[in-house]
């Protein structure tokens, strides 16, 4: 009897230890002259991102969450912004290879909950095709991989427009 319960602890034990959780933050400048590319969907503005790739706010910052999960170190270390095959580079590739470095460590995604912070355009109908393309690249359904978006009620940089911000928290699995 006690022998079976200790087994049933471990059972657990070894069960809860095979996800990890990880959260990503990432924010960019937005300014004239540059596209703006939000979870891999280019969205009309007159402002995008500016940064070394294609400067994907909302990519950047689900890469960060995955790297962080499987304790992979940050996108930073993996896609230096200083180097010149990564310049302009979509972050859909940069997606496509964090997924490919945590699934080497033995690691699926479970699911994806997000928030892009910005105080225009409003990109409430963005979000279906976002996770559409995040949850083919991730390898699993939409119904996984939330997306939510804020103003900051014109607050600080964000809220004069002068800066996009994102968050991503994923739960993996070991497979
Ligand atoms: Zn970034």
Known sequence: MKR????GTLFLFRNSMSFRIGFGIDFHQLVAGRDLWIGGVKIPHEKGSLGHSDADVLLHAICDALLGAACLGDIGIHFPDTAAEY????SK???EKTVSLIKKENYSVVNI????????????????QMQQIIAEIAGI???HI?????TTEQM???GRGEGIAAYATVLLIRN
Request: charged fraction near 25%.
């Open 146 to 150: 939330s997306i939510k978006a804020t």
């Open 93 to 95: 590739i940069l997606l």
């Open 4 to 7: 079976s319960a200790n087994t």
């Open 113 to 128: 909950d997000s928030t892009v912070c910005l105080e225009e355009p409003r990109i409430k109908t963005f979000t279906k």
């Open 156 to 158: 600080g940089f964000i």
């Open 141 to 143: 359904g939409v119904n």
């Open 87 to 90: 310049k302009d580079i979509d």
